[in-house]
Nanobody, 127 residues
Framework: QVQLVESGGGLGQAGGSLRLSCAAS????????MGWYRQAPGKQRDLVAT???????HYTDAVKGRFTISRDNAKNTVILQMNSLKPEDTAIYYC?????????????????????WGQGTQVTVSS
């Protein structure tokens, strides 16, 4: 069983900062890209930032220069540092990971690669 657990959401003020954290746990063989997505009310889920296993980040234009994504491969965690917050950053933020899990069934290992999602954490930015 693999799960991603986010933490760190909440209420922030415009111009302020919030930090989101996501930890992957379970029977994990490897993790590729990790990232953060967000979904505002009535809108689709959009990419915020991703980071490769070797630490190369990618940001959507709306957050460039304000958000920083990082990861700790030893701890299977990904962090999103959000600075200079704007009211339009208000959304539910979801952690995602491209990971390969394993299962031991009768002494035979089975592997499954999939994109896994966290349960989401609410970020609300007041003006």
């Amino acid at each position: 069983q693999v799960q991603l657990v986010e933490s760190g959401g909440g209420l922030g003020q415009a111009g302020g900062s919030l930090r989101l954290s996501c930890a992957a746990s379970g029977s994990i063989l490897s993790i590729g890209d990790m990232g953060w997505y967000r979904q505002a009310p009535g809108k689709q889920r959009d990419l915020v930032a991703t980071i490769t296993s070797d630490g190369t980040p990618h940001y959507t234009d709306a957050v460039k220069g304000r958000f920083t994504i990082s990861r700790d491969n030893a701890k299977n965690t990904v962090i999103l540092q959000m600075n200079s917050l704007k009211p339009e950053d208000t959304a539910i933020y979801y952690c995602s990971a491209d990971l390969t899990a394993y299962r031991d069934i009768d002494d035979v290992f089975h592997f499954n690669r999939s994109q896994c999602w966290g349960q989401g954490t609410q970020v609300t930015v007041s003006s």
